[in-house]
């Protein structure tokens, strides 16, 4: 059973940081590709990071590149977004998503992710 539940956000000023985790119980230890989302008010949902979890392959939205680092701990089942130099655009709500991948592919953040979890929020103030 595929189970993901995010924590870690806050509210923060511009310039700071935030580390948002999501505990991913019955995925990192398979093969799959586990991103980051993001949706802020009247805006559409956003990709931000994707990594697998076997092949290691990382992708992230140019939005966040050189700011953002998404990494994992399988031995605790978590996947981190790692949040650097925020800024006020990159307020939202971040969503955990997974979805099952063959061990060489390249994870896709365009491709449908079955699996979601309940969010949680980040306010970065200018």
């Known amino acids: 059973q595929v189970q993901l539940v995010e924590s870690g956000g806050g509210s923060v000023q511009a310039g700071g940081s935030l580390k948002l985790s999501c505990a991913a119980s019955?995925?990192?230890?398979?093969?799959?590709?586990v991103a980051w989302f993001r949706q802020a008010p009247g805006k559409e949902r956003e990709g931000v990071a994707v990594?697998?979890?076997?092949?290691?392959?990382?992708t992230y939205a140019d939005s966040v590149k050189d700011r953002f680092t998404i990494s994992q701990d399988k031995a605790k089942n978590t996947v981190f977004l790692q949040m650097n130099r925020l800024k006020p655009e990159d307020t939202g709500m971040y969503f955990c998503?997974?979805?099952?991948?063959?061990?060489?592919?390249?994870?896709?953040?365009?491709?449908?992710?079955?699996?979601w979890g309940q969010g949680t929020q980040v306010a970065v103030s200018s």
């Open positions: 990594k697998h979890t076997r092949n290691e392959g990382t």
């Open positions: 998503a997974a979805r099952w991948s063959t061990i060489t592919a390249r994870c896709d953040l365009r491709a449908d992710f079955p699996y």
């Open positions: 019955g995925v990192t230890g398979r093969s799959s590709c």
